[in-house]
Structure formats: C-alpha cells, structure tokens
C-alpha cells in the first residue's frame, strides 16, 4: 500500500511538473523562445492576439494612432474576415502566426501542427506581409512536437511578460489593465493583450490609456520583429 501511494504521489508530480511546463513562457524543449528582450533602451512591443474580427478593427486602430504594435492572427479568422489583416500590414503593423484553429498543439501530429502553421502563413503572405513570420501558440502550450517543429524550420517562438488579463481581478477592468501594464513593463516587455472579441471591451478601451502612460514614462513601441533586432 506505501509502496502504490508512493508510486500514485509520483506519477500526480510529473503530470503536474509536465503540465507546468507545457504552459512555461520561458522555457520549451527545442528552439528559441523569447519572452522579453534584454535592453537598456525603453522600449516594448505591445502584441495582440486571436482574431481578427472586422467590426472591432477600426476601435483597436484608432486606439493605437500612430504606435505600431504585433498582432498574432488565427487563420480561420482571417478568412472570415479578409480585409483585415491587409489593413493591419497597411497601417504599419506586424503581422504574426497563432495558427489556424486555436487548438493547443500538445499532443498532436506532426501533419496536424504543420497544417496549423503553414496555412496560417499562407494567408498572412496572401494579405500583403514581407517580414518574418513570427510565432506565438495558443495558451502558450507546447511540449514535443511543436518546438521540435519550430527549431527544424527555424521559428522563434513569441511569448510575453506582462499580461495584465491572466488575473481575474483585473481582467474585464480597463482602469486594472491600464494601471498592471504601466506597473510592470520595464525595457524589452513584451505585452499581451485580447482586444478582439465581444466582451473585451474593456480591453479595448484600455488600449489608449496604455499607449498614453507608456509614452509619458518615455517608452517608444516597436513590433516584435524591430524588439528582436535589438539583440543583435
């Protein structure tokens, strides 16, 4: 009986270490994953993920004015809503991979992985991108599989430092977001945000905010392709 409970305690640990690491922003199998870049300069790269959808366009555009910002696009909606990722790439901003359905790429074929990615890209070079395709998973997942895919094809994988929404007392409250974001981003961040979607409306709203008090602590934004060249 020791023995088995034993053995039970271990196996719960490494499902539970394994599920942590599968969620880690910092560290993956294989490959390169940057979460934040290490510079002296105040800078960050403020990102978007999901999406897009054609109706909030216009609100998140006109939010961000002349800042240039990532958006990491599904590939599922950038066919429902086709115009947008062009007018995302003409108003200056970078354009990048969150694969076609949002699925968590754990534990799935390498055929199936692809597919996600490559069909996205196909779209964002469709829509008018040049640039490197970078990448971000959906949930941040990953185990096996997709790393090893993304070291062979030679794909940094995006993640981030500062996602206010991950707290469910400041998530739905633009004045908690605005004040999480100007609280912990430092030079080299990398912020998160969902701004899509109906009922991330208060996210929405705290994009402009966001934009003001980072420039009033004499922050400039880059994409995340412009954060990355720092390091060379």
Sequence with gaps: MKRAALIAVAVVAVLYGTW????????QLFGEIVPR???SRKVVALTFDDGPVAKSAPEILTALGAVKATFFLCGAHMKESPAVAPQLIAAGH?????TWHHDR????????????????DALIRA??????????????KKLVGLPWYLMRHRRTHITWDVEPESDPNIDHHRDRIVADVLSRARPGSIILLHPWYHGREETRAA?????????ARGY????VDELLR???
């Design 220 to 223: 400039d934004f880059l994409t």
């Design 94 to 98: 970078e354009v990048g991979n969150h």
């Design 37 to 39: 870049v290490e510079t």
């Design 127 to 140: 829509a008018g991108w040049r640039g490197p395709i970078h990448f971000r998973a959906p949930h941040c």
């Design 207 to 215: 994009i402009a905010p966001i934009v003001a008090g980072l420039r």
């Design 105 to 120: 790429l754990v534990f799935k074929s390498p055929s199936y992985t692809r597919s996600e990615i490559e069909s996205t």
């Design 20 to 27: 942590r690491f599968s969620k880690s922003r910092t560290h």
């Design 230 to 232: 720092l390091r060379r």
